[in-house]
């Protein structure tokens, strides 16, 4: 599969390689390639392209871009080439601007994976893996026996099964699908948690297993 | 102890014989004591006071009102009644207003926790159980192996602790504290995820173990 990855940032550098490992042919979008190119810590050896480029041909394409920057982005890859696109959501809209713990630019009532929705109107938006660290994302056997919990939110049932295969294959064994994309407003509303975990545990190597 | 709980809705009417159960003092506190035992679905052997009445002498006061009317019923308890007083809040701030799913009436830069800790500033409000239903607050085991995790979040130790000893005394084993009333936000807003989970489930017979 093509897969296009926004986002050059800790999420896009730990994705772009983890699809790569997993036999897909991945290019890397950003905003400026020259740019990104001259920052001291780009050494992802992908092809980089600017996101008005990168879309093209891809069968999949993955917001890994920050939160606050994620509409935009998609807008610059551009609502037309998205069309019919399964766009797999794993940003969160955090908002650090007062300090820490961030707070949500979005919430409750509308999520960000809806915003990237509106943005992208033919595009089929899947919400996933922003409910764990992206070291976690790709390889979910660093917490515990590895059977923890993933979450998948959606109304297209085969773009959702094209994220839940790409997740299968990182190893992730307990998959709980939502046929609605405004479940990621839950999904993005465990972020507050999860940050305040994260700072009570000292780690970001956890994860909620559901219990049921 | 003396245990007075706020309110005769599913919470209370579970909450109450629970702490009865473990060998408490408990007294239930309502608008009207005559209008509560006048419905058809009263049958809870406790004492049954009004609010202005229920929090003298008690060791700790419990919140099991539904979210919307929790400040009220904390200033008809009355902020000098509650001043020292162990303020264990369960509520969540749910509004069913629009229908289902619910929003949430305070989130993200405020919780529920925070506007009743100001309702009544002298008390010493923890914030737990608010992220289970209440047939598994009073039974962690109706869960799994019974070994989920349970949040307390509340800047008063010693409070905490007795909250700790509550929780520990019905059963949960896996207790997270956190030493910030303001972590009371994140675990308020876990509330959207927890209800489209339990439409998905079809049971309220779940919840998260922290993996770590």
Known sequence: MRIAVLGTGMVGKTLGPGFARLGHDVVIG??????????GDWEV?????????????????????????????????????????????????????????????????????EQIQRAAPQARVVKSLNTVNCAVMVDPGRVGDGSTTMFAAGGDTEARQVVVRLLED???????????????RG???WLPLWVRLMGRLGTADFNLKLVR
Chains 1, 2 share one sequence.
């Not at 990182?170 to 990621?184: K, M």
């Open 187 to 189: 999904m993005e509303m």
């Open 30 to 39: 950003t905003r400026e390639p020259a740019a990104t190119r001259s920052r």
């Open 45 to 113: 050896d992908l092809p980089l392209l600017p996101f008005r480029e990168v879309g093209e041909g891809a069968d999949l394409v993955v917001n890994a871009t920050s939160g606050q920057g994620s509409v935009a982005a998609v807008q610059a890859v551009g609502a037309e080439v998205l069309a019919g696109t399964v766009l797999l959501d794993v940003a969160n809209p955090l908002d650090f601007s007062a300090g820490f713990p961030p707070t949500l630019t979005v919430k409750d009532t509308d999520s960000l994976a």
């Open 170 to 184: 990182f190893g992730w064994r307990d998959i709980i699908e939502f046929e609605e994309l405004s479940a990621a």
